[in-house]
Structures are given as C-alpha cells and as structure tokens.
C-alpha cells in the first residue's frame, strides 16, 4: 500500500490527470453498459448512480400525467383516409385508396382485393357503432385519345351486419367482394 501511494506522488500531475479521467471514462461506460444501460445516471443533483438490476422487482407505474396520450386503437392501413358522414340508418365510414398497379390484371385485382380485406377489418375495429363501410378504388384509366385521368374503378359497401359476419383472419381476399351489399366494379378489373 505504501508503495503504491509512493508511486503515486511521484507521478507527474498531467499523468495522475490522465489516470483518473480513464478510470472516470471507464466507470461511466461499465456503469451505463456502452449505451444499453439498465442503470439511470447520476443527475445534476444527485453525485451518485441508481443501478437497477433485471432481476429487480417491478415497480408500479406512476398515474398518467394530464399530458400523457390516450394508447390507440387498431392502425389504419397505411396512406388510406377514412371519412365518417351521417347515414340514415347510422354514420358511413367512407374509405378511399389508390389501386396498386402490376404486371397483369389479375395482380392488380388480387392488390385491390387484399387492400379491401384490410380497409374493412380496420373500419369493424375502429367504427364498431357505424351502419356502413363504402370502400373507393381508384385506378389511373386511360381514355380512347391516349389521355390517363384517375377514376373510381371499385365502389362496394357492406353494411354492418354483413362484417359481423366476417372472420378477417380466414377469409379468402377473392371472395370479399362478393359478400358486398351493393356497389359496382369495372369489368376491366374483373377481367
């Protein structure tokens, strides 16, 4: 012991200031684990580190603050608005999406198919109160003078009680617009 503190007074004071930022720099990664820390740093009032373990025994989560956000429901399908209008039997729930394109006519009809299957278990989980879900495609069309103008290619509805009916996680997406209750879809995208 007496050694060691001989040989620390002869040290240098820029080695002795070296040696010490090392074991800080150290102490902090070994207590932080290189940036997956299990541990919370110390803070500006406090000069010691609170280490949790894994193994510690959870704690219980603190009320919500009047800031903090209500969790959410089910998740929309990706890039497709809904929209809610009043019915007469019940608000509507009127979605719209664009039709994907493909190689052939059936990959186009099977995408739209699917997009459908999703729009509508999406609409039963998150507007369970509503009479009717309408379901828009639109699809870039081009004219007989070669001009390319986006139309509504696909219009179904269902009314509640049918997608009470559907078990969305067995369904076959080729047969969901069948079951519609009304609507129309081009000839071209049965093809």
Excluded at 97 to 111: L, V
Aim: aromatic fraction near 8%; charge should be negative.
């Amino acid at each position: 012991m007496k050694q060691t503190e001989r040989m620390w007074d002869d040290l240098p004071h820029g080695a002795k200031v070296v040696i010490v930022l090392v074991a800080v720099v150290g102490l902090i990664f070994a207590v932080r684990g290189c940036g997956h820390s299990t541990t919370s740093s110390p803070t500006a009032s406090t000069s010691t580190a609170v280490t949790t373990s894994i193994w510690a025994a959870p704690t219980t989560p603190s009320p919500p603050s009047a800031t903090a956000q209500k969790p959410e429901g089910p998740t929309p399908p990706a890039g497709i608005p809904f929209n809610v209008v009043p019915g007469p039997d019940g608000d509507v729930v009127h979605a719209k999406f664009m039709i994907g394109d493909s190689f052939t006519n059936e990959s186009i009809r099977y995408g739209a198919q699917r997009k459908t299957v999703d729009i509508l278990k999406y609409a039963r989980r998150a507007y369970p109160a509503a009479s009717e879900v309408v379901v828009d495609g639109a699809y870039p069309m081009i004219d007989q003078y070669g001009n390319t103008k986006t139309e509504i290619i696909l219009n179904v509805s269902y009314m509640q009680s049918t997608l009470s009916k559907i078990n969305f996680n067995g369904i076959d997406p080729e047969t969901i617009w069948d079951l519609r209750d009304s609507g129309t879809i081009n000839p071209q995208l049965l093809q």
